[in-house]
């Protein structure tokens, strides 16, 4: 899967809360999962969270019954966070040339004259 799927699946604010929880609070259920997440039914978690799953942005582990679910630090989620570095890297190089004089003129009554 590419960045454009990972981008696809972090545009729903439900699979971002999801990814937030699971950042925050390590390997969960979906049950565990499903009871912060207050936008959709139970049900719809699953499915969120199989999407998520398939593009590579979390992964699955099953103990017994239960099925865990953790963020993938590895897998196409680090080609996103690459790209969002590169991004933020370059528009810091900027700051310098776009930094100037103060926007207002200095305070009369704190300026001192001779």
Do not use: K, W
């Not at 590419?2 to 972090?10: K, N, P, W």
């Not at 966070?81 to 590169?86: G, I, N």
């Amino acid at each position: 899967m590419g960045t454009d799927t990972v981008f696809e699946a972090m545009a729903s604010p439900v699979r971002r809360d999801i990814l937030s929880y699971l950042a925050q609070n390590g390997e969960s259920s979906a049950g565990d999962i499903a009871e912060h997440i207050d936008q959709v039914a139970r049900t719809s978690v699953s499915t969120h969270l199989r999407l998520l799953r398939t593009c590579g942005l979390i992964t699955e582990r099953r103990d017994g019954r239960r099925r865990l679910y953790r963020l993938d630090r590895e897998g196409p989620a680090t080609a996103a966070l690459s790209y969002f570095q590169s991004l933020m890297a370059d528009s810091l190089r900027h700051i310098p040339e776009s930094v100037s004089t103060p926007a207002f003129p200095a305070d009369p009554a704190t300026t001192h004259t001779g």
